[in-house]
């Protein structure tokens, strides 16, 4: 008997209403539009019902059928990973360049990154299959610190910090930082250590700044997101999240909601 997969969906949002059909094509049977062609058919039954119509909602809970069989509930995993240098924050790479995923062995789950970091820039990675924590947190309405450190060309001014504090526009769009801290310099090398703690997570936001106030950046690393940080682990190196992690980071997602 072929079995089908299904990411549930939050822990502690326990119990969460969603459309059958949502939760038909997120098991990976099929499309979403295919399978409202199966709801609609009369192939799906939830907890051994035929549920032909397309306002049907679910829970966790309930046991879902297509085709006379059922939808196995996958386990959920939540990964931090310290991405290091030189990896794509991706499931696949059409170039073959290793991706961060791949830092992960010997799983059952399917799992993705929540987010992205550059190509060239190391640090904290969070990875689960855990769909909808994974939109809580990339959210924009989410005020969730993400805190880098970057090893720049030039010297930072106050006048410099101010500006990354107020805002920088690149591309259209305006960029800033929460908080701005220089955490060494070298005058005679002519290079600095800043420390800028962002809510934001734009594309290369971190670098784009930085280049508009003259100050390229030479390395760049994700230190902490949130209250997680990367103590104990080197570059490369990953660990599951505590239960209690994963509940205050779901916790912190959705303060503001």
Known sequence: MRTYNLKEIGDSMSFKEERL?????QSGVTSRRKAE??????????????????????????????????IKKEKKVYYLVYKPRGVISSVKDDKNR??????????DQRIYPVGRLDYDTSGLMLLTNDGELAQLLMHPSHQIDKVYVAKVEGMP????VKKLKKGIQSEGELLKA???????????????VIELTLHEGKNRQVR????GVKLPVAKLKRERYGFLDLKGLSSGDYRKLTPQEVHLLKEEALKDK
């Open 21 to 25: 059909q949502k939760v038909i094509a």
């Open 37 to 70: 062609q199966l709801i609609e058919a009369g192939r799906v039954k939830v907890n051994g019902e035929v549920r032909n119509e397309l306002g049907t909602k679910v829970t966790e809970k309930d046991a879902i059928e297509v085709d006379g069989v059922p």
């Open 98 to 107: 290793r991706v961060v995923t791949e830092i992960i062995p010997d799983r």
């Open 157 to 160: 001014t106050k006048e410099i």
């Open 178 to 192: 929460l908080k701005v801290r220089v955490l060494s310099s070298d005058r005679d090398k002519n290079t600095a």
């Open 208 to 211: 784009r700044m930085l280049e």
